[in-house]
């Protein structure tokens, strides 16, 4: 599975964000994975697609993803514009907030978003529908993709645009008994550690990136990056993070 996040995308080709051109970023990003011999079977993208609140940027995205010719999971970030990102993520081959079976997996996109705020919060009807989804399931292991981070990420100024309800959310997840990985966005850094059994993943973005473990708002000066993850049989799962060097 290639999981990528936060490209940020502009209608004009030539729109950046804080000096990155971000379609010229996510190229890199995608070109690299295309040249390699590794293979994904799906792709999950999770959060903040565009930057300028254009239906341009979303036609963009998918003119950029089609090439890989693999089923496409998206779930909204706070950049993101609901109304717009719909009609191109609920076609084929892309999807919004769906689930699919994968062997022994399912695999969850769900929305965290509120509209007008930077921060996140799964609402109630949106955990009841997860809760539902998995219970129905005859899958052993669940992965759920979403924008927002369902921990702390140890800085002060991304914790408080972070997920309101984190402790409600990763206690339904813990509940639920399945839930073997929760994988996210919005963070604009690596992050992969193990919280009361559940693995959780953030993947850096596709563009620019934020200094890890500061108080106040900083970025950092590492490259483009991607995720490859392997889904195994046992609940397991392999991770390699590739960041992009020029």
């Not at 190229?27 to 295309?34: I, P, R």
């Not at 089923?71 to 609920?90: E, F």
């Not at 309101?164 to 959310?169: A, I, P, Q, T």
């Not at 900083?218 to 490859?228: G, H, M, Q, S």
């Amino acid at each position: 599975m290639l999981h990528l996040t936060d490209p940020h995308l502009f209608a004009d080709p030539e729109g950046s964000l804080r000096g990155t051109n971000t379609r010229a970023s996510l190229e890199k990003v995608l070109a690299h994975y295309m040249a390699g011999d590794w293979r994904a079977h799906r792709v999950i993208v999770t959060g903040d697609i565009i930057q300028d609140d254009s239906a341009e940027a979303y036609d963009n995205f998918r003119e950029l993803l089609l090439p890989l010719k693999l089923r496409t999971h998206c779930v909204p970030g706070n950049h993101d514009i609901r109304d717009l990102m719909r009609p191109v993520c609920c076609r084929p081959p892309f999807s919004y907030c769906a689930f699919e079976e994968i062997g022994d997996w399912l695999l969850v996109g769900i929305d965290s978003c509120i509209r007008g705020d930077a921060g996140g919060e799964v609402v109630k009807e949106e955990l009841d529908r997860l809760a539902e989804i998995v219970v129905r399931s005859p899958a052993q292991h669940v992965m759920v993709c979403l924008h927002h981070p369902p921990v702390p990420m140890g800085s002060k100024w991304l914790d408080s645009v972070g997920l309101k309800n984190g402790d409600e959310v990763h206690e339904r997840l813990r509940m639920l008994g399945r839930i073997r990985a929760v994988a996210f966005g919005h963070v604009h850094q690596d992050y992969d550690d193990m919280y009361e059994g559940i693995r959780i993943l953030a993947t850096p973005s596709t563009c620019a990136h934020f200094k890890p473990g500061s108080d106040k708002f900083a970025v950092d000066d590492k490259p483009p990056a991607y995720r490859r993850l392997t889904l195994n049989a046992d609940g397991s799962i392999d991770s390699e993070l590739l960041w992009i060097d020029d």
